[in-house]
């Protein structure tokens, strides 16, 4: 199979690793998330599609930059072949468990995961499904914990290239990943023709309005809630309108939310956070950064697995920082860092971007923030 050999030859940075699992060392505590790899688009300069495509190949034919300081420490009874070990929930045995569980949720194993994933990938090399289903997990892994957008651009055209079938379910992460590296053009072209957000989570949406196309952003969301999903069309637009400061829109669109009747599976959640929205926003109007008392202030919002707290630092009429002080997420990937790092840049959370997977967690942050800060308005 020539994609495959290709693919291979391509990874052969992996066999630097070596596939003899270590032991796996005392639980890592719950860190901030290492540096990204990557700047985000809006601080990034635009680039032209030979430049991004020259980006990805390079990152996919050399190994990152931390590589050689990277240790793997997976238990020896790991089934690394991807075989799922019936029974109860067990990350000592299963790999897709161990990966969720364990990597997932310990930001300073982030990087332990993908040289793994790449031991993964020449382990099964044999086996055609399993590598395509190595490839797409370290596209994941490079996408949604290390925003390393090139890296992860490299893996999940391979695994297009070996099955097909994944094709237009990957196309919303490969614009992502394209918009990130700096090329509107390619991410444009990758999703154009997309009538509504199959994502079930607003993903499709949530790009269009970063990539600044609001009007396409929301015919997108209206498309998504017809198909007979109006939470997720609406709150998606919501959030499209709440970034580009749309205030007055994303209101009657999260009140949209409120009254819907049907939806997704997680209907209940998103009514939740569309009310934590409209509260969030009535509360904005009202803020003055200049009218706040100087000091600390802590408040709690809706997230995904349960309430999230913040504590909010004011000095001199300007927020000096934002710390997550309490919450029960456990997929949380970049949110916990990169939500507070844009609201202290910004100044306030218009024009905050919700971290990519971590929406929930993002829109959390954000909206406990506005209810800190209103409690020190003099």
């Known amino acids: 199979m020539p994609a495959l050999a290709l693919l291979l030859a391509l990874a052969g940075m992996s066999v630097m690793a070596g596939l003899a699992p270590a032991p796996r060392p005392p639980a890592v505590p719950r860190a901030v998330p290492p540096s990204r790899t990557a700047a985000p688009a809006a601080d990034a300069p635009a680039r032209t599609r030979a430049e991004v495509e020259a980006l990805i190949q390079k990152a996919g034919a050399t190994p990152p930059d931390w590589w050689n300081s990277v240790t793997v420490n997976c238990p020896a009874t790991v089934d690394l072949t991807w075989k799922e070990v019936k029974g109860p929930w067990d990350p000592s045995k299963n790999l897709g468990q161990f990966i969720w569980s364990i990597i997932n949720e310990n930001p300073g194993r982030w990087k332990e ?28 892994l490079y996408h949604n914990l290390l925003g390393d957008w090139a890296r992860a651009a490299f893996w999940w055209r391979k695994t297009v290239a070996l099955d097909a079938s994944y094709g237009d379910g990957l196309a919303p992460d490969l614009a992502h990943c394209y918009w990130k590296l700096g090329s509107k053009e390619m991410a444009v072209a990758a999703i154009r023709g997309f009538t509504s957000d199959d994502s079930r989570h607003g993903a499709l949406v949530k790009l269009w309005g970063e990539m600044g196309d609001l009007d396409k952003a929301l015919a997108l969301a209206e498309g998504t809630a017809q198909a007979g999903y109006p939470d997720v069309g609406y709150l998606a637009a919501g959030d499209a309108c709440r970034l580009a400061g749309r205030y007055k829109e994303a209101l009657g669109y999260y009140q949209k939310v409120v009254d819907a009747n049907k939806g997704w599976n997680d ?27 100087d000091g600390t202030y802590n408040a709690t919002s809706v997230a995904y697995a349960g309430p999230l707290s913040v504590a909010v630092t004011v000095a001199g009429g300007k927020i000096v920082s934002v710390k997550v002080v309490r919450h029960e997420e456990k997929q949380y990937y970049t949110a916990l860092a990169d939500t ?11 024009g905050v971007d919700a971290v990519t997977s971590a929406t929930i967690t993002s829109e959390a942050i954000m909206n406990a923030t506005v209810k800190a800060l209103a409690q020190g308005m003099k």
């Open 340 to 350: 507070p790092a844009q609201i202290v840049r910004k100044q306030g959370i218009k």
């Open 267 to 293: 209907i209940k959640q998103n009514k939740a956070r569309a009310q934590a929205s409209i509260e969030a926003i009535r509360a904005v109007d009202g803020l003055d950064l200049s009218r706040v008392r």
């Open 113 to 140: 995961g993908a040289k793994l994933l790449h031991q993964v990938l020449i382990l099964n090399k044999d086996n055609p499904a399993k590598v395509v289903k190595t490839a797409d997990a370290l596209a994941r």
